[in-house]
């Protein structure tokens, strides 16, 4: 299988061209007192791998001047653990954003987003947001600024990589 490598430069373009999307589509706009930063959130998946986006994504799409709240959720390995969405944290949040660098089955995203639904958010308070994903994804995330084909290529980004070379 081939590697689809993700410099560190391209990461940060795919970011921008992420907050660009977001806010052609007018999701993030409304009554300013409703949605407010402070009203909406950003819902980071697997955090030990999308801490840069999601910090970058703060503060590109803030509309104050503060970066938007970001509530990390442990994403388990397959068959590890269930998918923990602790919802007291999320109460003060009317719109989330939720966040992953990457989509490869689209699992993931499909499990939180019932898990959302089930706590009582409206599928249009929600959108759903990627650097990459896969053609195999079950999920088609709302902003994707990159679809590989995942019968061929495998991403890899700079940060998990020791080298740029792979066979």
């Known amino acids: 299988m081939n590697s ?3 410099d560190q430069d391209w990461e940060l373009k795919l970011i921008d061209n992420v907050a660009d999307s977001i806010r052609r589509s007018n999701w993030l706009d409304g009554d300013p007192t409703l949605f407010s930063d402070q009203k909406i959130a950003i819902l980071q998946l697997s955090y030990e791998y999308s801490g ?4 970058v994504l703060a503060h ?18 397959k068959n590890e653990f269930e998918i923990q969405i602790h919802p007291d944290k999320l109460d ?14 689209g699992n993931n995203f499909t499990k939180v987003k019932k898990r959302l639904i089930d706590y009582g958010y409206s599928s249009n308070n929600i959108i759903f ?5 896969s ?6 995330p709302d902003h994707c600024p990159l679809l590989f084909d995942g019968t061929k290529a495998m991403i890899h ?11």
């Open 4 to 6: 689809l490598y993700i």
């Open 52 to 55: 840069l986006f999601a910090q």
């Open 60 to 77: 590109r799409l803030s509309l104050s001047g503060e970066p938007m709240s970001i509530e990390p959720v442990n994403i388990p390995y």
């Open 92 to 105: 003060p949040y009317h719109k989330l954003i939720v966040l992953d660098s990457g989509c490869l089955s």
């Open 129 to 133: 947001v990627c650097l990459a994903c």
């Open 135 to 140: 053609s195999e994804s079950i999920f088609k």
């Open 157 to 167: 980004f700079w940060w998990e990589c020791k080298t740029t070379k792979f066979d």
